[in-house]
């Protein structure tokens, strides 16, 4: 445990914890576009920078990014100081000027009071802000089916070759989790797209709601040895069934007492 | 002292206060939770089950979690899913065998029972004590859950 100061109060922390995991802890509103607890972080978006310092620095200060920065004893940070939310303003003003259709852009940049961005708009850009979170949780859970491809301006996310991913399951995590919506994709019926690659779903055989991609249960089979047949039913029907089979239980119980 | 869950599902009246009484002490920003425990009809008369996650040994929704969101609290003895780290991909919604893993459309999270962080509100609720929270001598064997 080592002792920090954030914002003028003392707090507990983790050795080595990142700082961004203690100012959530301590529910201290930073804005971080490309953090996710699942994965290492990446200090992509600059968003959740903040202002640091020690006692022996003598009134010289750091701007890090909390994501990537491990606490250590006796640091003191500042997370809304005039200097920090000066850059986060810089910040959003470029995010603006590159995203200017980005409705979750556009509100945190008000809340920082920024309506209108100082620089040239950028004309037939898109949403996504390179933070890297889709590739990174596909990487983590196993499947690396997407990357990001080219550089500089051309850089974007794609599958290989820019073909329907052959490694994709199409569990949809990707584009649960961007920050910005960016990715898309298609719920038709029983048939899911994303990365222009169609998924069939499975569809609960008692009620027939749709439930994850075939290819989603198959690898979880082959993987993580679930059952093939648990992925059957949908989860609203399987606890019908264990009412049922436990009522059997309990009322024959009951019919021997009576 | 150590507690135990126990469910009777023979003294369960169906009345669904459970449901609400988790639901509340699962809401989100100040808004209602789904619940996680459903006292559902068995098709016998007057017999209802109040289904809730069984905190499996070798549980289906631990293996199935790509990122290890699922992992055993140590303190309460349950499965906690760590809304953090889950990226929402549905594995454990569909791989609980018991449907005890779901989601909570409203807030769009996947939750699952935690037993309140170690003293369940349904049990507090629970007007004909189907549902018990208690210290581990006075459950029979085959009561306990
Ligand atoms: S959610 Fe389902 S698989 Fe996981 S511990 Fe509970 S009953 Fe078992
Ligand atoms: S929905 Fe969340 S907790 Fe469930 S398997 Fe996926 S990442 Fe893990
Ligand atoms: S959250 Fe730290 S840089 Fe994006």
Redesign the interface.
């Known amino acids: 445990m080592v002792s920090l100061t954030i914002n003028g109060r003392i707090v507990k922390a983790k050795d080595g914890e990142m700082l961004l995991a203690v100012l959530r802890r301590e529910k201290i509103d930073v804005p971080a576009m490309c953090h996710h607890a699942a994965v290492e972080p990446f200090g992509a978006c600059r968003l959740c920078v903040v202002e640091i310092t020690r006692a022996e620095w003598k009134g010289w200060c750091d701007y890090v990014t909390s994501c990537l920065y491990p606490v250590s004893p006796g640091l003191i940070v500042n997370t809304h100081s005039d200097k920090v939310n000066e850059l986060r303003r810089t910040i959003l003003d470029l995010f603006l000027a590159r995203h200017p259709d980005c409705p979750e852009i556009a509100e945190l940049a008000g809340e920082y009071g920024v309506f209108k961005t100082t620089y040239e708009t950028v004309v037939g850009g898109n949403n996504c802000i390179l933070c890297g979170l889709c590739t990174r949780i596909c990487d983590r859970m196993g499947f690396t089916a997407i990357s990001t491809v080219g550089r500089g301006h051309g850089k974007e996310v794609a599958p290989p070759l820019r073909q329907a991913p052959p490694d994709c399951v199409g569990c949809l995590a990707c584009a649960e989790n961007c920050p910005t919506k960016f990715i898309e994709y298609k719920l038709r019926k029983k048939r899911v797209t994303i990365w222009e690659r169609e998924f069939e779903l499975l569809t609960c055989t008692k009620c027939g709601k749709t439930t994850i991609t075939k290819d989603f249960a198959e690898y979880l089979s082959r993987h993580r040895a679930i059952d093939a047949g648990y992925f059957e039913i949908c989860d609203e029907c399987r606890r019908k069934n264990l009412a049922v089979s436990m009522g059997e239980i309990v009322n024959w119980e009951r019919e021997l007492l009576t | 002292m150590s507690y135990r869950f126990t469910v009777s ?2 003294l369960c009246t169906g009345c669904r206060t459970c449901e609400l009484a988790c639901s509340f002490m699962h809401a989100v920003e100040g808004k209602r939770g789904a619940t996680r425990i ?1 006292p ?5 008369k007057e ?3 109040p ?1 809730v996650c069984l905190q499996c040994d070798d549980a ?1 929704c631990v ?2 979690c ?2 290890d ?1 699922l992992k055993r609290n140590p303190e309460t003895g349950t499965i906690d899913l ?1 809304r ?8 454990c ?10 989601l909570d459309d409203q807030h769009n999270l996947v939750v699952k029972c935690d037993l309140c962080g170690g003293d369940p509100a349904c049990a507090h609720f629970c007007p004909t004590h189907a549902l018990e929270w208690k210290p581990i001598e006075t459950v029979k064997r085959k009561q306990a859950v």
């Open positions: 599902p023979h459903h559902l009809e068995t098709g016998f017999l209802w089950v289904v289906a293996k199935s790509l990122v969101a760590d953090e780290v889950c990226v929402r991909c549905m594995a919604v569909a791989a609980c065998p018991f449907g005890c893993s779901l």
